[in-house]
């Protein structure tokens, strides 16, 4: 989709409260993690694709937008300027669309660094800043979906004999929960639910899609990459002694360390062709509020944009499985749904390349009717055992279940 609007953009140094409060209540715009990153308001402009090259023509709307902006910025921060919120669709076939942003107004923090950014669309007047809205406590309840637990229980065991028949190495299943909120409902109280209890995953809100992800797929600034690849997954002891022993034994379980080696390789072997200089660290057991995961950190210089690191990165082997291809015709033959949204990338970009985008986990899509659709997967492998990897759906399902359930705990429940 082609766009000849000329934006104005004007960046100035500003004082924020909470930045989920300044959000759209019925159509939150967010990336936001450990008080810091960006929340936008509005829609000066949306550019719309899909299929298969739908990275690939967003870049090109892109920097056709980029290049009839003019923009004033006096903080100079990553994030600041001219920027779009996006989400892209997890299949090249999927029946969702993938859109890109801009909204009217930013407010952005990183650091000591406070700014609103205004957009104005052609001769439109700069938008005038609204003061923030209180958040309303909204509670729903989801129920299973189109693959209920038995129906999991089922593919996982066909997934794993056909791994062990040597088909393919490793697919990522996924399960659906269900639920509907009520007309005109405030959206931002499942985000700030996320917040409390996740505040260092990426709380993330794009065009209905929103949720608390631990996974950066990209973060991309100044021609450096930084990629964060989780797999390999353990429940959170209950006394610190548990705990610490439930990191050390996954730390050398060989089904947990084999499912995350396939990951962490795959994503350096994407990474290879856009980027050099690249240096690895891990894997390490990474402590979430619900759970442990192995991760490895993987950084280097990128020769291209975030949306070029997207392009080769996405769908990778933490959410689709190994080899890239027969691992996506099997999920999806197994699963038999489309997944929309679900464990594809989702963040913002810059005018300059750079950007953060998270992998689009432990969240759920709001439709426009109020429908609500949650998604959770797991890594199978020939280890695998159909009632723990259905455990491990559960705990990944928790923080947008208890989001929606028990939005506005006053404190943080755990840690
Ligand atoms: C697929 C999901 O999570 C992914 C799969 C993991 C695993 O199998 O161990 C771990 C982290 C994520 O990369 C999900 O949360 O839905």
């Keep these: 989709m082609r766009t000849q609007r000329r ?25 936001v993690r450990s008080g810091d990153g960006l929340v936008g308001v509005g829609e000066a402009v949306r550019i719309t694709v899909s299929g298969a090259t739908r990275l690939a023509d967003a870049a090109a709307a892109w920097d056709e937008l980029v290049a009839a902006a003019d923009v004033t910025d006096e903080v100079d921060a990553h994030g600041s300027g001219l920027v779009a919120f996006g989400t892209f669709a997890f299949a090249d076939d999927s029946a969702a669309s993938s859109v890109l942003i801009v909204p009217r107004i930013v407010h952005g923090r990183r650091g000591d660094d406070a700014w609103t950014t205004r957009i104005a669309v052609d001769d439109e007047p700069l938008p005038e800043v609204l003061p923030q809205r209180a958040i309303d406590d909204v509670r729903v309840t989801l129920s299973p979906g189109a693959i209920g637990p038995e129906r999991y229980l089922a593919i996982v065991a066909e997934a794993v004999a056909g791994i062990r028949a040597g088909e393919l190495e490793k697919v990522v ?23 409390r209890r996740y505040p260092d995953a990426i ?11 631990p996974e950066m797929l990209v973060a991309a600034r100044d021609g450096r990459c930084f990629t964060r690849v989780l797999a390999g997954t353990a429940a959170r002891g209950a006394t610190p002694e548990l705990d610490g022993e439930a990191a050390e034994a996954l730390a050398v379980h060989p089904k947990d360390v084999g499912e995350h080696r396939l990951a962490a390789e795959s994503a350096l072997e994407s990474l290879r062709p856009i ?12 402590r979430l509020p619900n759970l442990w995961h192995l991760a ?10 975030v949306l070029d690191a997207l392009a080769a990165l996405h769908p ?11 691992a996506l015709e099997r999920l999806a033959a197994l699963e038999g749904i489309d997944r929309g949204r679900y464990a594809g990338p989702v963040g913002w970009l810059d005018a300059d390349g750079g950007g953060e985008w998270a992998i689009a986990l432990r969240g759920a899509q709001v439709a426009a009717d109020g429908s609500i659709r949650a998604f959770a997967g797991a890594g199978i492998v020939a280890e695998s055992v159909p009632e723990d990897e259905l455990a491990e759906t559960a705990i990944k399902l928790r923080p947008i279940v208890d989001a929606f359930g028990d939005p506005l705990p006053p404190r943080p429940v755990l840690e």
């Excluded at 299943?173 to 917040?195: E, M, Y």
């Design 316 to 326: 990778t082997a933490a959410v689709a499985g190994t080899p890239r291809a027969t």
């Design 7 to 31: 934006l104005r953009v004007v960046t100035t140094r500003a004082a924020h409260g909470r930045l989920i409060a300044h959000s759209d209540a019925g159509a939150p715009l967010a990336f």
């Design 275 to 286: 980027s050099h200089d690249l240096a690895t660290s891990g894997p390490y057991p990474l």
């Design 173 to 195: 299943l996924a399960r659906d929960l269900v639920g509907t909120l009520p007309a005109g409902a405030d959206q931002r109280s499942a985000l700030l639910g996320l917040r």
């Design 296 to 305: 490895t950190d993987i950084t280097g210089t990128l020769d291209g944009t």
């Design 203 to 213: 709380t993330y809100a794009v065009d209905g899609l929103l949720g608390a992800s």
